[in-house]
């Protein structure tokens, strides 16, 4: 077994532990345990709605493809499972103040280490991400609709966030190219410039 999927295996399974600590969140709330499948539908819908999320989390995965192993699965492992973190405190009502300036910040610095192809320590870039994850996952979790399942919500929008660093990985693969490095870094740089507009409608 190769040492990145070892050190895979700690992470999920704290990652499944944050999923069944959001579930019990629920009851918290009087949210009813039906409309399962709609639960989990809205949450993985949640983070493809917006372009803030979107773009966010697919940076994540073009550092991890620039930085190589381990960050190619360290960084796509962290950020879900700090983000069920912060889904937990918006579920039970928890505030963090800043959401909205977080989640623009987090398309700024992540679109400008892209763009500068960064290369901090592990600890670093993962404490980065998972600063960034909290603010995120705050923002799925206060908006659960009434009547659906927090543990299937929380499920889905994790997904989401999965299947968007899927594709930031795969579009970082062509860094392996003298031209896939050149336009991996115009992309962060796309990113941050997204983010300057997103901070600008913040405080519009």
């Keep these: 077994m190769s040492r990145s999927r070892a050190g895979l295996r700690p992470a999920l399974r704290l990652l499944l532990s944050w999923l069944v600590l959001l579930g019990s969140a629920s009851p918290a709330f009087a949210h009813v345990q039906q409309g399962q499948a709609q639960g989990f539908i809205t949450g993985f819908r949640h983070p493809l709605s917006g372009p803030d999320h979107v773009l966010a989390m697919i940076a994540v995965g073009l550092w991890g493809a620039q930085l190589g192993q381990p960050a190619i699965w ?29 989640i623009a910040l987090s398309a700024i610095l992540l679109g400008v280490m892209v763009a500068r192809e960064a290369r901090p ?5 993962a404490a980065l991400v998972a600063f ?10 206060t908006e659960l609709p009434a009547g659906q399942s927090g543990l299937m919500y929380s499920i889905g929008f994790v997904v989401a966030t999965g299947c968007l660093h899927g594709v930031g990985i ?3 693969l062509v860094h392996r190219w003298p031209a896939g490095k050149k336009a991996l870094r115009a992309a962060g740089a796309a990113v941050a410039l997204a983010g300057v507009w997103f901070l600008s409608r913040v405080f519009a």
Excluded: R
């Design 170 to 172: 795969t579009i970082g």
């Design 121 to 125: 320590s592990m600890v670093v870039a």
């Design 132 to 141: 960034f994850a909290i603010f995120h996952g705050h923002a799925h979790g």
């Design 74 to 102: 360290l960084l796509p492992v962290t950020f879900p499972m700090v983000m069920a973190f912060g889904g937990f405190l918006g579920l039970v009502g928890i505030p963090l103040p800043g959401v909205e300036v977080g």
